[in-house]
């Protein structure tokens, strides 16, 4: 794939690391790559960061035909730039263009593209402790049409933003209101796909939560909200009497690739391990008896973050005293260390560029 390069005239300074927060300072420049019938993905180019133009009856601005990705780029403690498990970014994405009818994207042309802006913005990812470069792909649906069906031209869009440590102040376990009127995704709907149509349908209890003083929500299955399906934007961890507990992936849960690989590693240290429906009485059954050791969400933007109360019909319960567990702080210690480098990586898991 030839990527043409148009640079930027008019560099931006770059912000304070103290202060990056989430997603709220983007790098100069993005990366475009357009689909249409008969010529395929063409008009791979990376350009300055700026506004798009688009008609008014864009299809995904009306039907939501749109997926994202999320991925990092850390600054190792060697000065080394490393991604972690991006190839499972690019597969998920393409399973997630499969369910929303957007034709596929060749892996290669994802590495080459996201190689080649990270070179460019290189200045950009930052280097103070935990800090690091998020990257957002997408893909937006392109044809001004009102009618419903799959959009026949597509726009692939790789935007990058630098971001702080999601734990400023040292990881702090969160207390999660467990939601049982909305729910976030249906076997058979989009929960499996990183698609912002599941996010639309998630906004209101987060905000309800919020209000209420909590941090995030527990998402339980849409059919009986009997069984945990997710925490927040992230996959969800119980430690029961000695054994984890997840979730299977059964189509309403987004597989998260930490998920994937806090699997990885507990299988590895043989610890003992279930994937298997977990329901809500049983999470809170196991914290009454004492039983409920740990538990902790997962997720690219915190990595592990451990739960410190449920909150459920009026209820609550803490667990382990609302302080990080050892388990959690073991994932969380050895997931960062091979992402900045500070551990080796017998997995394989990062790369070089
Ligand atoms: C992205 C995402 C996750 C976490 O996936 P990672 O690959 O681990 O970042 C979990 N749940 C939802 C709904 C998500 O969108």
Redesign the pocket.
């Known amino acids: 794939m030839n990527i043409a390069i148009t640079r930027t005239t008019n560099p931006k300074p770059h912000p304070e690391e103290s202060n990056l927060g989430f997603g709220q300072y983007f790098t100069d420049h993005m990366f475009l790559l357009n689909f249409s019938p008969g010529k395929g993905w063409h008009n791979a180019r990376i350009v300055p960061y700026g506004p798009l133009e688009l008609d008014p009856a864009t299809m995904t601005l009306h039907y939501a035909q749109e997926i994202f990705e999320?991925l990092k780029a850390y600054r190792g403690i060697d000065g080394k730039i490393r991604l972690f498990r991006a190839i499972e970014?690019i597969r998920?994405l393409n399973r997630s263009n499969e369910r929303l009818c957007v034709p596929l994207i060749a892996e290669s042309d994802f590495m080459q593209a996201l190689t080649e802006l990270l070179h460019i913005e290189e200045s950009w990812i930052p280097s103070s402790p935990d800090t690091s470069l998020y990257i957002r792909p997408f893909l937006i649906a392109t044809d001004p049409f009102l009618g419903v069906r799959p959009s026949d031209t597509h726009l692939f869009i790789i935007i990058l933003s630098p971001v702080g440590s999601y734990y400023a102040n040292g990881i702090s376990p969160t207390s999660i209101l467990v939601e049982d009127e909305d729910v976030?995704a249906v076997r058979g709907g989009l929960g499996c796909a990183?698609t912002g149509a599941?996010y639309a349908a998630t906004i209101r209890a987060q905000d309800k939560a919020k209000h209420k003083g909590f941090t995030q929500v527990l998402w339980l299955d849409a059919l009986e909200q009997k069984y945990v399906e997710?925490i927040g934007?992230?996959?969800a961890f119980f430690k029961i009497a000695g054994t984890v507990i997840t979730p299977p992936l059964n189509g309403s849960i987004?597989p998260?690739?930490?998920?994937m690989s806090v699997l990885d590693l507990l299988r590895h240290w043989q610890n003992r391990l279930e994937e298997r429906p977990i329901s809500i009485d049983e999470v809170i059954d196991a914290a009454n008896r004492g039983l409920l050791e740990e538990s902790f969400a997962?997720?690219?933007?915190a990595v592990i973050s451990p739960i410190g109360s449920l909150t459920y019909k009026g209820k609550s319960v803490e667990i382990n005293e609302g302080k990080i567990g050892a388990l959690s702080q073991k994932l969380y210690d050895t997931l960062t260390g091979i992402q900045w480098g500070k551990l080796p990586d017998p997995f394989g898991w990062t790369t070089h560029i």
């Open positions: 999320g970014n998920r976030r990183k599941n997710e934007t992230s996959n987004l998260g690739i930490t998920r997962s997720g690219t933007a």
